[in-house]
Nanobody, 119 residues
């Protein structure tokens, strides 16, 4: 079974940086989209960034210029580099893979990693 495991979360000061990593294991199919979502206290889950099979990226307006999504194909991993972190970035971050297996499109989610930005 496909499993996504996030790592890299933690406590950081405002203005600091973190790198999140999501490693996929199992019989993952052909990747359509990889991405990161987050859910802050009292807020709905929102898209942070994603990257398509062809390399096109999308970012939430609130993180443009600060966050960068990338892939490490050799390790079957999607990364999120987060710079100039702000308290409003505090959230549980979830990685997401949309894949196609045979003729079926499947969505896979990680279990989340907590990012806390606080002084």
């Amino acid at each position: 079974q496909v499993q996504l495991v996030e790592s890299g979360g933690g406590l950081v000061q405002p203005g600091g940086s973190l790198r999140l990593s999501c490693a996929a294991s199992g019989s993952i199919g052909s990747i359509i989209t990889e991405g990161w979502y987050r859910q802050a206290p009292g807020k709905e889950r929102e898209l942070v960034a994603d990257i398509s099979r062809g390399g096109s990226t999308n970012y939430a307006d609130s993180v443009k210029g600060r966050f960068t999504i990338s892939r490490d194909n050799a390790k079957n991993t999607v990364l999120l580099q987060m710079n100039t972190l702000k308290p409003e970035d505090t959230a549980v971050y979830y990685c997401y893979y949309k894949v196609i297996i045979g003729l079926k499109v499947m969505d896979y989610w990680g279990t989340g990693t907590l990012v806390t930005v606080s002084s």
